[in-house]
């Protein structure tokens, strides 16, 4: 069970780098290069608006709440890999626990 690392050019005027870390216990570290910024999430608080060539990706406060910790702009083919490797994070941690 090993973290998935990968760095994402964000779309924008701004050519930054966002150095993203999946790891399979259900968490999410975002590292923004060019600004310091650093933001964490559960899985669970995560989520995905497509909109014409990006999509915005969404950490919320809880569970159902409209309040929005932090958000971040992807091209959509980067949002859809960083969604595929949080889905096979969730299934490698469920087979891992199923196992124990």
Known sequence: MLAEHRQFILPGQKELHANIKVIPTGELEVNIQEEAHQFQAEFEELYFYTAGNSTELVC????????????LYLANEDAR????????????????????
């Not at 960083?82 to 199923?98: D, G, H, Q």
């Open 60 to 71: 919320r406060e809880q569970l159902g709440s409209d309040a929005v910790r932090w958000q």
């Open 81 to 100: 890999e960083l969604a595929k490797l949080i889905e096979l994070a969730e299934e490698e941690f469920e087979i891992l626990m199923r196992d124990l």
